[in-house]
C-alpha cells in the first residue's frame, strides 16, 4: 500500500532513530556514592537533572558526593536497594548503579553481591515500572568471563565459571541483564543495559584491589608495583569521564542494548604498571605474584554498536587519564 511506503521511507535508519535525544528531568542512581555513580550524579546535575542518590555505603563513602549535598537538585539517602525501595515524586530515569565492583570487594562479599544483582535489580526495576522512567543497568564485561572471542561484541554469549570465586560477580550481573530484559517484554518498561568495560579515574578507593588504584597507590609510596603473573594479560581502561558520556548517551537513546561502553586502546597489566611507575615519577620495580583464578587473558571492546548507534567515541587517551589520576590520588595522600 502506497501509504504503508510512504511511511517506511520517512522512517529514520534505526542508528538515527536512537540518537534521537530524549531529556530528563528527575533522576535516581542507585549506588550513587560509588565511584562510577557519583561522577555520574554530578554530570546529571550539570545537565540540569535532579538526582535521588541511593547507597548503603557497603563499597561506597559519603564523602564521594560530599561537594553535591548543598546543591539544590541533589539529595542523599542511606538505602539498602535489596530493601523495599520508595521514592516519592515523579522520576523519569533509574540507573542502576549498585554493586559490589572490585574483586577484593565481590570476593569478601560474594551474598551481597548476589542479592544487590538479584533482589536489588527486581527493587530497581519496580521503581522504574512504578514511575514510568527509562531503566539503565550498569552490567559488565566480566559477563564476557574469560573470553574466547576477542575483541567482545555485544553479540559474544560469554565464557563464564559459574562456580569459580568470581562466579557471584559474573552471574550476578548475567541475571540481572536477563531480568532487565524480562521486565522489557513482560511489563514494557523502557529499559537499556550497558556492559561497562574496565574504567578509572578520580574517587577510586586506594585499597580497592583493581590494578590501576593498586598500582598508583604502591608507585606513590615508593613500594614494588606488584603485578600478577607475568603481566602480559590485557586490559582495555576507560577514562572515568569518557564512560560517564557513553552512559547518557544510551540514556538518552532509546536503545535497549546491551551496548559495550569501554575504551579499544588495549595494554598489557606489564605495561600499565610500568606507565604508571613513569606517571608517578617513581623509583619503584616490578614485583611478579600468582596470578588470581579465572583472571582473564584478554580483554577488550568491540565498540562498533556504540558508535554506530550512539555516535560515541573514548576522547581522553590514557597518557592524559593517568596524569589526572595520579594527580587526584596525589592530592588525596596530601589530605
Ligand atoms: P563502587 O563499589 O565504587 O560503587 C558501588 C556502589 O554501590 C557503592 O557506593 C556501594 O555502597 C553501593 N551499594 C552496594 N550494594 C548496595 C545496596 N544493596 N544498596 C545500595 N547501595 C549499594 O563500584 P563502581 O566501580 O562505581 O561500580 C558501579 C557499578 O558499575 C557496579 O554495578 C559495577 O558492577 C559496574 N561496573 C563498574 C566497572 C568499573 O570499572 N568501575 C566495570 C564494570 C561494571
Known amino acids: 500500500m502506497p501509504s504503508v511506503q510512504h511511511t517506511q521511507q520517512s522512517q529514520p535508519a534505526p542508528e538515527q532513530a536512537y540518537r534521537e535525544p530524549r531529556t530528563f528531568s528527575r533522576a535516581v542512581v542507585t549506588g550513587g556514592a560509588g565511584f562510577l555513580g557519583s561522577h555520574l550524579c554530578e554530570a546529571l ?3 540540569g537533572v535532579e538526582v535521588v542518590c541511593l547507597d548503603n555505603f557497603l563499597t561506597g563513602v559519603p564523602d564521594n558526593v560530599a561537594h553535591l549535598v548543598d546543591h539544590p537538585g541533589f539529595r542523599l539517602r542511606r538505602c539498602d536497594i535489596t530493601e523495599y525501595v520508595h521514592v516519592s515524586g515523579e522520576v523519569d530515569l533509574v540507573l542502576h548503579f549498585a554493586s559490589p565492583a572490585s574483586p577484593v570487594d565481590y570476593l569478601k562479599l560474594p551474598l551481597e553481591t548476589m542479592k544487590v544483582g538479584a533482589t536489588g535489580t527486581w527493587n530497581a526495576l519496580g ?21 574466547q572471542v576477542h575483541p567482545q561484541p555485544e553479540t559474544y554469549w560469554g565464557h563464564v565459571n559459574p562456580v569459580g570465586p568470581r562466579g557471584v560477580y559474573d552471574e550476578s550481573k548475567r541475571y540481572a541483564e536477563a531480568l532487565t530484559t524480562a521486565y522489557r517484554t513482560a511489563h514494557g518498561v523502557d529499559t537499556a543495559i550497558v556492559r561497562i568495560f574496565n574504567t578509572y579515574g578520580p574517587r577510586m578507593r586506594a585499597a580497592d584491589g583493581r590494578a590501576i588504584p593498586t598500582f598508583i597507590r604502591q608507585a606513590l609510596a615508593g613500594e614494588p608495583v606488584t603485578v600478577a603473573g607475568d603481566g602480559s594479560q590485557t586490559r582495555s581502561i576507560c577514562y572515568v569521564d569518557d564512560l560517564v558520556d557513553g552512559i547518557l548517551a544510551l540514556a538518552a537513546s532509546g536503545h535497549p542494548g546491551p551496548v559495550n561502553i569501554g575504551n579499544p586502546e588495549e595494554l598489557s597489566v606489564r605495561e600499565i604498571a610500568e606507565d604508571v611507575i613513569a606517571g608517578a615519577g617513581s623509583a619503584s620495580t616490578i614485583e611478579y605474584v ?16 556504540a558508535r554506530t548507534v550512539l555516535g560515541w567515541e573514548p576522547r581522553v587517551g590514557w597518557a592524559d587519564g593517568l596524569k589526572r589520576t595520579v594527580e587526584w590520588f596525589r592530592e588525596q595522600q596530601a589530605r
Open 45 to 47: 546535575l550539570d545537565a
Open 127 to 147: 521503581l522504574a515500572r512504578a514511575k514510568g522512567a527509562r531503566f539503565l543497568l550498569a552490567s559488565t564485561s566480566e559477563t564476557y568471563g574469560d573470553p
Open 290 to 305: 600468582p596470578r588470581p583464578v579465572d583472571d582473564p587473558q584478554v580483554r577488550r571492546p568491540d565498540t562498533t554498536l
